[in-house]
């Protein structure tokens, strides 16, 4: 058990809609990544947050959002969904501290788009 | 981040030490070496992850060559387990804070 919580486990909705995951980080870490991991792509980097901002974007689509709350947990939003969202979405938090921190993955929310 | 590159798939007999090998030539003086496992489709789990020293923990050993250009990651005694899918990444936090995985090494544990 890594310590960072997401829900939901799982989530089946249809195209065109919209859905919020949530991620709790691990006490004490500021720092909350977000990955999405579909069978062609491998694991990617969405997005990262820092104690409430954002700090550094990745592959992450125009209809996806996300924000760190005060009380450090966090929420990505996709809307419009289409059928290539289906992934697995990660996130990880850790302490960010430059030269080097180490990132512990949550256990993921399943997305499958029909 | 320095690209790595590792093989596609490994094996190993339950028991005995599995080695994971990964190389990192164009590795920067910054960049430390991590090693995450993914089982199934659970999240990445972090192993180890070093600079220029051998490191151990209670998971697993990591040496580096003296060159820093390539790294195994050495699981003792491998159980089945340990079946998972191995990534190496180089990764400078003071270049940017996201890990880029590849396709890692598929072990497989076999009784």
């Known amino acids: 058990d890594s310590g960072v919580t997401q829900t939901p486990k799982h989530l089946i909705t249809a195209t065109g809609q919209r859905v919020t995951l949530r991620c709790s980080p691990r006490?004490?870490?500021?720092?909350v990544y977000w990955y999405q991991q579909s069978l062609d792509q491998g694991l990617q980097f969405l997005i990262q947050y820092y104690n409430g901002e954002e700090r550094a974007k990745g592959n992450i689509l125009e209809r996806f959002s996300a924000q760190q709350f005060p009380d450090l947990h966090s929420e990505l939003n996709l809307s419009s969904l289409e059928l290539g969202d289906s992934a697995l979405y990660f996130c990880?938090?850790?302490?960010?501290?430059?030269?080097?921190?180490?990132?512990?993955f949550g256990p993921g929310t399943r997305l499958l788009v029909l | 981040d320095a690209k790595t590159t590792q093989p596609t798939s490994m094996d190993c007999a339950e028991g005995r030490a599995a080695n994971l090998p990964c190389n990192h030539s164009t590795i920067s003086g910054n960049e430390y070496v991590y090693w995450y496992r993914q089982i199934h489709s659970q999240g990445p789990q972090y192993i180890i992850h070093?600079?220029?020293n051998n490191e151990t923990n209670e998971m697993a050993s990591l040496i580096i060559t003296e060159d820093r250009k390539s790294s195994t990651l050495i699981l003792p005694h491998a159980t089945l387990r340990d079946t998972a899918v191995y990534y190496c990444?180089?990764?400078?936090?003071?270049?940017?804070?996201?890990?880029?995985f590849g396709g890692g090494t598929r072990l497989m544990v076999k009784p």
């Open positions: 990880a938090s850790s302490v960010y501290g430059g030269g080097q921190e180490t990132q512990y």
């Open positions: 070093g600079l220029k």
């Open positions: 990444i180089a990764a400078d936090y003071n270049a940017g804070n996201m890990l880029t």
């Open positions: 006490s004490g870490d500021l720092s």
